[in-house]
């Protein structure tokens, strides 16, 4: 186990990655933390570094359950910030399919109406599988199927600074909206389910997208995993 300086990269654990075999050479990654970490950012320069088509990226908020059936005032009532806010099994059977070569209909959601949309994505199956969300390390039978698990570790000052930008100008709610959201949902369940799979990460990234050098050094991984898979295919 190495730590390293804050504003690198915690490593935590040897991880030994474990390439499907079948139609396609995969490896799945999973990065979690807290809403307004940094994730997306961490995705997006992971992505960037590997050649193009080469990265899916599957993003746990299109999994929230369907909530058609209820009422308006019933889905406001939710905690979409609470594991059960999730289909886990429509999840899970998904990216087993993707591991399996096959692709999928991704859902689609939508934060005004807070209910899934009827459009869906096709997403195809790719060498690298980036699972990303607030509760991506939860489940542990979509878990036991990452080859790497991520934490992007923020502080909570900054991640309630980062929610009020993104959701006053995004999804179009008040400051006060924000703020009521964050202390009643987002902070608790953070405290209660988001941190403690913090010990499930094979790498933690402290203060997301500000750690430049922490991400590099990711990307510089994958990267060299990736040539390690192009040589095993090449001599497969």
């Known amino acids: 186990m190495f730590f390293l300086e804050q504003n690198v990269v915690v490593w935590k654990k040897n991880t030994n990655f474990v390439a499907t075999k079948g139609t396609i050479t995969m490896i799945i990654i999973g990065i979690a933390g807290g809403s307004g970490s940094g994730k997306t950012t961490v995705v997006k320069r992971i992505a960037k570094v590997l050649p193009p088509h080469c ?128 202390e009643n949902d987002v902070k608790p369940m953070h405290e209660q389910f988001i941190e403690p799979t913090k010990k499930f990460a094979d790498l933690i990234i402290p203060w997301g997208r500000e750690n430049k050098r922490g991400i590099d050094i990711l990307k510089t991984y994958i990267e060299l995993f990736s040539k390690e898979v192009k040589e095993e295919m090449k001599h497969g």
């Open 55 to 182: 990265a899916a990226v599957i993003p746990l908020d299109s999994y929230y359950n369907d909530t058609s059936d209820l009422t308006d005032e019933e889905r406001r009532a939710i905690n979409f910030d609470h594991p059960d806010a999730f289909d886990w099994k429509l999840l899970t059977e998904q990216i087993k399919r993707l591991r399996n070569g096959e692709a999928i209909e991704q859902p689609t959601y939508s934060y005004v109406l807070s209910n899934r949309l009827p459009e869906t994505i096709h997403v195809e199956p790719k060498p690298v599988i980036i699972l990303e969300g607030i509760m991506t390390l939860h489940y542990k039978k979509l878990r036991d199927m990452m080859d790497l698990k991520i934490f992007v570790d923020t502080d909570s000052d900054v991640r309630l600074i980062r929610n009020i930008r993104r959701d006053v100008v995004e999804r179009g709610r008040t400051v006060d909206m924000v703020l009521d959201h964050y």
